[in-house]
């Protein structure tokens, strides 16, 4: 529709603010993420030896991406597939999707999946699913406070902060140790308000790699139970840790198995390497099927002006996989030979570093299990090895054993061997 006021009081089309200056001239520079971080001075280092160990992705011995076979198959499957569209699908995702991956994370005979207690919706991720679940708790939920382990993945509190939840942190991490702070965790969470949320590791704690025990675990299912503390599981890891997708759900499906609610978040990042697919679900387990459908109609109005609906490609090449017996096989094979060669770098640095005769107790880096290494290097051992030797990881001594080669471990060893021995 045309404008009805005249062109001379409309004035010159503004492209900034007063004087020429942009209207966004006070927007302070933002600090690099911490993690991603890394990767950015990484690139930036003209060295050819730098090693990069900051990046939660896998490499392989040839310190490159990999891409599952069975992954291009079931890709190769989709595209030669002439009558699938690229129509939206629903706003809580593709349905075999969701389907499937309740069954893997809860088990193929999940009381709670027969009995219909279960919602799943697809998300962005591990990290979509996070803050789809939080922003349900925020608004749903009467506790407010969530409690996580100190430390923890470093996007865990931007999460559940921004997403309306308040946050506090029980104790995990033993430093002394370097193992997992049992009577702390079991303390903080003993002194919690009834009915606080309380995220979970799964398997594979990051950054740490200290898992509980079996037994341990169970006595803090039993401890959140009296207590009513609701369970937030991120498992980010399934099968990536241990090799095996059921022994790395089994913490999950203890508390699941209880007949009490739960919620959980799956990523299928690091165990399909589909890390940039941005594929993974949400799950929370209901005390019966109408709550539970209850529960799905709301997480719809959380999901639909956050980003409408999940995409279609990786979660199809997810649910292709897990229905075809042959492929999931396949898939349970390839997903064992990355964790493999995960524990076979531990065993590889932590050998290099005995036979250098490095300070300290190294038996942490082979009881650690997961993609991470906690090593208990400081800041400054940190930038030493970084300047010196070309090798990056988190400022927190975190590094990724999946960016380890048999070629470079002699360098990270010779390298922490010289911070250890210089740097206090």
């Known amino acids: 529709m045309a404008s009805t006021i005249p062109d001379e009081m409309l004035g010159p089309v503004p492209t900034s603010g007063s004087n020429g200056v942009s209207v966004f001239?006070?927007?302070?520079?933002?600090?690099?993420?911490?993690?991603?971080?890394?990767?950015?001075?990484?690139?930036?280092?003209?060295?050819?030896?730098?090693?990069?160990?900051?990046?939660?992705?896998?490499?392989?011995?040839?310190g490159k991406p990999l891409v599952l076979n069975v992954?291009?198959?079931?890709?190769?499957?989709?595209?030669?597939?002439?009558?699938?569209?690229?129509?939206?699908?629903?706003?809580?995702g593709l349905a075999d999707f969701n389907k499937l991956s309740a069954k893997l994370i809860f088990g193929d005979d999940s009381t709670a999946i027969q009995e219909k207690r279960v919602t799943t919706v697809q998300c962005l991720s591990g990290t979509g699913s996070l803050r789809v679940g939080s922003e349900f708790l925020a608004r749903h939920y009467q506790q407010r406070t969530i409690y996580i382990p100190q430390p923890t993945w470093g996007n865990h509190p931007k999460v559940f902060a921004l997403s309306g939840l308040f946050v506090k942190t029980y104790r995990y991490y033993d430093p002394a140790t370097r193992g997992l702070n049992f009577q702390g965790l079991v303390e903080d969470l003993s002194s919690a308000p009834s009915g606080a949320v309380v995220l979970l590791h799964a398997c594979a704690h990051n950054p740490?790699?200290?898992?509980?025990?079996?037994?341990?675990?169970?006595?803090?299912?039993?401890?959140?139970?009296?207590?009513?503390?609701?369970?937030?599981?991120?498992?980010?890891?399934?099968?990536?840790?241990?090799?095996?997708?059921?022994?790395?759900?089994?913490p999950i499906r203890l508390f699941a198995a209880d007949g009490g609610e739960l919620l959980a978040a799956q990523s299928y990042?690091?165990?399909?390497?589909?890390?940039?697919e941005r594929v993974g679900a949400l799950s929370i387990v209901c005390k019966?099927?109408?709550?539970?459908?209850?529960?799905?109609?709301?997480?719809?109005?959380?999901?639909?002006?956050?980003?409408?609906?999940?995409?279609?490609?990786?979660?199809?090449?997810?649910?292709?996989?897990?229905?075809?017996?042959?492929?999931?096989?396949?898939?349970?094979?390839?997903?064992?030979?990355?964790?493999?060669?995960?524990?076979?770098m531990r065993h590889q640095l932590f050998e290099a570093l005995r036979e250098r005769g490095t300070p300290r107790d190294w038996t942490h880096i082979v009881k650690q299990i997961?993609?991470?290494?906690?090593?208990?290097?400081?800041?400054?051992?940190?930038?030493?090895?970084?300047?010196?030797?070309?090798?990056?990881?988190?400022?927190?001594?975190?590094?990724?054993?999946?960016?380890?080669?048999?070629?470079?471990?002699?360098?990270?060893?010779?390298?922490?061997?010289?911070?250890?021995?210089?740097?206090?």
Not at 230 to 240: I, N, R, T, V
Not at 391 to 401: A, E, K, V
């Open 288 to 344: 019966t099927a109408d709550v539970a459908a209850k529960v799905e109609s709301q997480l719809k109005l959380v999901i639909r002006p956050m980003y409408s609906s999940p995409p279609i490609h990786g979660a199809s090449i997810v649910a292709t996989i897990l229905k075809d017996s042959e492929m999931y096989n396949e898939w349970t094979i390839e997903l064992k030979a990355m964790a493999d060669r995960i524990i076979s």
């Open 370 to 424: 997961g993609m991470f290494t906690f090593t208990g290097l400081n800041t400054e051992q940190v930038a030493f090895m970084t300047k010196e030797y070309h090798i990056y990881m988190t400022s927190d001594g975190r590094i990724s054993m999946a960016g380890l080669s048999s070629k470079t471990v002699p360098l990270l060893a010779d390298a922490i061997h010289a911070a250890v021995t210089h740097v206090n």
């Open 71 to 92: 992954v291009r198959r079931a890709e190769q499957m989709l595209v030669n597939d002439s009558s699938r569209v690229k129509e939206y699908l629903p706003i809580t």
């Open 25 to 62: 001239a006070d927007v302070v520079q933002a600090p690099e993420d911490p993690i991603l971080g890394v990767t950015v001075a990484f690139n930036k280092d003209p060295c050819p030896m730098k090693v990069n160990l900051g990046v939660g992705a896998y490499r392989t011995e040839e």
């Open 269 to 276: 990042a690091k165990n399909m390497g589909l890390y940039g």
């Open 208 to 250: 740490t790699g200290v898992d509980p025990t079996v037994e341990q675990w169970e006595q803090i299912r039993q401890l959140m139970r009296s207590k009513a503390l609701l369970p937030f599981f991120d498992s980010a890891y399934q099968g990536f840790a241990s090799g095996n997708l059921d022994a790395d759900a089994q």
